[in-house]
């Protein structure tokens, strides 16, 4: 491993350094990485912040600060049993390799949601097995794959309440379950577990239905949580979907996200980190800064609609390098309340097609009507 990032810098330094090209001094350049910088309060400074992309491809910039504490993020490991599929496995034993490897180590590990592939009890069992090496602490959130074939009950079983709160170093934790509450369809279809869990592990929202929500019992714990919380002190939420209104058709949202906002809205430093959308993703709305995850397992497409302007869309992956695309991220709080997430990426080499982002930079953020209103109602 030490000599593998021992040429991986070599190599940086003979791209980046060249004569007469020279980021400002004040920046800082993170090795294999997407950098995303997130602010717990005012804006984001889009020109700096993108400025050398056409230089560093893959790299992105951050200013550099002393972190006063880390921790680490694994999500999406859709892991199958490993008689059906061992890569998947290869790619978690592999993070969880780095993560142990972190100088200094990290704080804590997130684990953001599907575990496992199918819901099934081999699966979530195997994900245990897996993270056990790493001997920091973990939380878990659930995802969508991890619920819906016994309905939590594995879940709990494991990891106990799927939202839960912790202080750490002035700062609020929040895990909030996003996937429990899809309604009830499969009843009245007399549908068994393993169809259920079909039409849930499916991305196409048609076939499930709109399930990704936060419930209006979750919203009131919300609230009550944050009622002893100075409104100017930094919250850091985690949850498996986003908490706004990406892309509906995926369930790349939550169908309450309003009402998650409103509760959110007094307070005006909330960063918001979740997975499910195996990508590189950025959002503001109000106070809350919003950043999508990678996966280990595969890298999902970006949105035909809806992206947010101020994601830069990370570069197509090769199809012919399973490692590509994928990966997991540390995420540093600083002692001026501003997050840093880097993205740890595989396999990455050269940029194949790069997308646009849907919006110009230079416009504000404009609430898009609810396509979901026309698709779901409520």
Known sequence: MSDELDRIRREMHAVLQQPGVRPDDSLKLTRRTFIHRSLLFGAVSVGQTFAWWPLLNTIDVAHAAEAPFKFAWISDTHLYERSLNTRFVDKVVRAVQEVQAMDPPADFLIFGGDLAQLGKIEELELGVELLKDLSIKKYYIPGEHDWYLDMGKKWGELFGQPNWTFDHKGVRFIGLDTVSRGPDYWTVKKMTPEERMGHMATLDGTVAGAWAGVGRDQLDWM????????????????????????????????????????????????????????????????????????????????????????????????????????????????????????????????????????????????????????????
Do not use: C
């Open 223 to 378: 609230q009550k949580t944050l009622a002893d919380w100075d409104k100017s002190k930094p919250i850091v939420i985690f949850s498996h979907n986003p908490l706004y209104e990406y892309y509906p058709p995926w369930n790349f949202w939550v169908r309450d996200w309003r009402e998650v906002n409103e509760v959110l809205k007094p307070y005006t430093k909330v960063t918001n980190i979740h997975g499910h959308v195996h990508q590189v993703l950025y959002n503001e709305i109000g106070s809350m800064r919003s950043i999508g995850m990678l996966a280990t397992s595969w890298p999902w497409p970006y949105a035909p609609e809806g992206v947010p302007k101020l994601t830069k869309p990370m570069i197509r992956v090769d199809p012919g390098d399973h490692f590509d695309g994928v990966g997991w991220e540390t995420v540093n709080v600083n002692a001026d309340d501003r997050v840093d997430v880097e993205y740890i990426m595989w396999g990455r080499k050269e940029v194949f097609v790069q997308s646009d982002p849907d919006s110009s930079l230079s416009q504000p953020e404009k609430l898009r009507p609810r396509m979901a209103d026309n698709m779901w109602p409520y």
